[in-house]
């Protein structure tokens, strides 16, 4: 059951992107950053994490997840440092998951030869 609720909950939070990128004049990027914020001040209202404990990975995979891994990166960071950790935590937080995607979409690009739109 954990696997359809997963599947479930990550679907739905694609359909409700899918609605907004269709009903309204925004483009993708910024529908990203919107998902990245709603993560994030998700998080900071304490929502977000019995949210994601409910529904799995569906839930704390997409980019609602990686907002909400920035915010708790903040939060530690304020703890341990202060203000410094303001701009460090959510980086130290994340950076696993940044190097991943910057050497996968490397990797991407060796295998598939992009080329430039003209």
Not at 6 to 35: E, H, S, W, Y
Not at 38 to 44: I, P, Q
Not at 88 to 106: E, H, M, Q, R
Request: proline share 3%.
């Amino acid at each position: 059951m954990d696997y359809i609720k997963a599947f479930l909950v990550g679907g739905v939070i694609c359909m409700v992107v899918q609605a907004i990128m269709d009903n309204t004049k925004l483009m993708p990027g910024r529908v990203m950053v919107l998902l990245v914020v709603t993560g994030g001040v998700l998080g900071f209202f304490g929502i977000y994490e019995p949210f994601a404990e409910w529904g799995g990975t569906g839930a704390s995979v997409p980019l609602l997840g990686f907002g909400n891994a920035l915010w708790k990166g903040v939060k530690e960071g304020m703890a341990e440092e202060g203000l410094l950790g303001i701009f460090k935590g959510g980086f130290t937080a994340t950076a696993s998951g940044i190097c991943a995607a910057l050497v996968f979409a490397y990797l991407a690009s060796l295998i598939f030869k992009p080329k430039m739109k003209e």
